[in-house]
């Protein structure tokens, strides 16, 4: 398998535009995770699926931000409008279950300007 | 709820220094533990876990043991090296789903 792979690596947008987010879990996992990693912040869950359902988005900053996963290999977040303190490294999570570890794709580096 | 509280870094050390980053963690039931670590510019990657009490967790000279007695999975390794340098992140599953990670610690090894 190649891995969690999310779309774009980077993205530089306006501030006001709508930003969309990809993700590709790996085959079989039944749980996709969204996290954002920031400086000042760290390592933030936003939301998570498991079997395409959301489970938890408590983490989810603002009525911004939204999450879907249609069917079991492909998710997306989208961010509308975009302000710039959205701006940060967006990470997509894949796992096989309870207790299993997480498997990572690259990131999307967003910046908003 | 569950949590985990790791060693506030940055951690600068000389090549083939000893390294330790404490982590200890909350939880009510038994969790599995995990280090990532993140090289810059990458996602964060498994380097090692353990899934009950008194498992040892090895990966590239990396050790972790699971301490239930003193709920810690303190990462260590004999002799860094300059790759070595990079984020590392403790972190756990209870089960319920949802994974928990530490705040990161930034190490930094200098030739």
């Known amino acids: 398998d190649a891995g969690v792979i999310q779309s774009p690596r980077h993205e530089v947008t306006e501030m006001g535009q709508e930003v969309t987010l990809r993700c590709k879990p790996i085959?079989?996992?039944?749980?996709l995770f969204w996290y954002r990693q920031t400086m000042m912040r760290g390592l933030e869950l936003l939301i998570y699926?498991?079997?395409?359902?959301?489970?938890?988005d408590s983490g989810m900053p603002e009525d911004r931000f939204s999450a879907k996963m249609p069917n079991a290999s492909f998710s997306t977040l989208k961010i509308q409008p975009s302000e710039p303190r959205d701006s940060a490294v967006y990470f997509c999570?894949?796992?096989?279950?309870?207790?299993?570890?997480?498997?990572f794709g690259q990131g999307t580096r967003l910046t908003v300007v | 709820g569950d949590s985990v509280t790791q060693m506030e870094g940055p951690v600068t050390l000389s090549e083939e220094a000893f390294l330790t980053i404490n982590c200890t963690y909350t939880?009510?039931?038994?969790?599995?533990l995990f280090w990532y670590v993140q090289y810059p510019g990458e996602g964060l990657q498994l380097l090692l876990k353990?899934?009950?009490?008194?498992d040892k967790g090895s990966n590239k000279g990396f050790e972790a043991t699971y301490r239930k007695e003193t709920t810690s999975f303190h990462l260590e390794k004999g002799s860094v090296q300059v790759s070595d340098s990079a984020v590392y992140f403790c972190?756990?599953?209870?089960?319920?789903?949802?994974?928990?990670f530490g705040a990161g610690t930034r190490l930094t090894v200098k030739p």
């Open positions: 999570a894949s796992t096989g279950g309870p207790w299993a570890e997480a498997f």
């Open positions: 939880a009510t039931g038994y969790p599995s």
């Open positions: 699926f498991n079997n395409n359902v959301p489970i938890d």
């Open positions: 085959s079989g996992h039944d749980y």
């Open positions: 972190a756990l599953s209870d089960g319920s789903n949802d994974m928990r």
């Open positions: 353990a899934t009950k009490a008194d």
